[in-house]
């Protein structure tokens, strides 16, 4: 195993720093734990996911086994907490980042996932699946509670499954926690936003393969498989105080502990996100 420099100098760039090899088929995802802790989670089409500490010389802390099939992506909830992986055969899995242990099989999805992302405050949880759909999912649940369908009127659980043209590529979550960005391959960019079954703005695009919200959101970037990378401009909207509220509180709290405060419960259903 390479050694991890303390520091990097100028003479140092474009150096390669750490080569991680332990992988035995493809390696489709990786992502940085976001509390700065240098923690790297990697996902294979070897069935696993492999967790990396790089501040010591790279080594592998934990093989995160459970999939039965290629994992396509994954993604860390905002507090680094959580782990989610997506997969082939419908699979959806939340883990516990603090003992490396699954928290449970997440179940709804009727064909292979491929992307997963969490809301800013981790409160939600989107993944987009080949079924047509992107459900977005209480995480400390398990329950869905949002529904975008890609194709209209929506595909039976056997056409879903099957080959169709409402295949669901990527999606993005805007950093104001109100929309959700996906590419799909009948040829459509939708806008949604979490409050609405409809997409809010749409665009067109072939080939679209991942994308992604500038960090002011104002933009939307997504990549083709044919080499390119097209940019939009994303819906204008102002958050309420009431969400921006709800997301400073869901960024500490639960929804158990949300649901254990005493407040009326129209509010307590509005902190869920249960519109």
């Not at 999606?171 to 960019?189: E, M, P, R, T």
């Amino acid at each position: 195993m390479a050694s991890f420099p303390p520091r990097v100098n100028e003479k140092e760039i474009g150096k390669l720093l750490l080569n991680l090899m332990d992988h035995t088929d493809v390696v489709r995802d990786l992502t940085f734990a976001p509390d700065g802790s240098l923690i790297l989670v990697s996902a294979s089409r070897d069935k696993t996911l492999r967790v990396w500490d790089l501040k010591d010389d790279g080594n592998m802390m934990k093989v995160l086994r459970g999939h039965q099939n290629w994992v396509y992506s994954c993604s860390f909830s905002p507090d680094s907490s959580m782990l989610c992986s997506v997969g082939a055969s419908k699979a959806v899995f939340l883990w516990n980042m603090d003992k490396y242990t699954m928290i449970r099989k997440l179940e709804g999805h009727h064909n292979d996932v491929v992307a997963c992302e969490f809301s800013p405050d981790g409160a939600l949880l989107a993944t987009a699946s080949h079924d047509t759909r992107v459900y977005v999912w209480d995480p400390h649940t398990g329950s869905i509670l949002m529904e975008f369908g890609h194709l209209f009127p929506p595909p039976t659980p056997i056409f879903a499954g099957g080959a169709n043209d409402g295949w669901v590529r990527a999606l993005s979550f805007s950093h104001d926690g109100l929309h959700i960005a996906s590419l799909a391959d009948d040829k459509i960019v939708r806008f949604w936003r979490i409050d609405e079954d409809f997409p809010v703005q749409v665009a067109t695009l072939s080939n679209g393969l991942c994308c992604a919200f500038s960090t002011d959101g104002s933009v939307l970037a997504a990549g083709t498989s044919d080499g390119s990378v097209y940019f939009w401009p994303t819906p204008k909207h102002v958050p309420s105080l009431q969400h921006l509220c709800r997301m400073s509180v869901r960024r500490v709290m639960s929804t158990w502990e949300v649901q254990k405060l005493p407040l009326p419960p129209k509010l307590v259903d509005f902190l869920c996100y249960q519109m």
